[in-house]
């Protein structure tokens, strides 16, 4: 388990607020959404996340802007989604 993941998990997955609303200012690349998603699938909480990211433009030669990504912001709503998206294929194939 990576240092990360067992610090956030005194945070999402140990609380007993399984329906928690949990608030990430400056999220950047949503990793506490991410965990959060995750931590979903593991105790069947329904947490919520609410999400801050100025519109911060990405760097003129990033691999993101050649990928089509124009703000960080960006770059995050589809990290989400691409989490959302796994978990839901990782369910439908246990089922």
Partial sequence: ??????????????TKDV???YLD??????????????AHKEDGGNR???CAQLPEKCDADSEALKAGYKTI???GKER??????????????QT
Avoid: P, W
């Fill in 1 to 14: 388990m990576s240092l990360i993941k067992y610090l956030a998990s005194f945070v999402i997955n140990n």
């Fill in 19 to 21: 329906d928690g609303i």
């Fill in 25 to 38: 200012f400056f999220c950047r690349l949503l990793h506490d959404c991410a965990r959060c998603t995750r």
């Fill in 48 to 50: 919520k996340f609410i």
């Fill in 73 to 75: 912001a960006e770059i």
């Fill in 80 to 93: 989400i989604r691409r989490v959302i998206k796994n978990i839901q294929e990782e369910t439908r194939r």
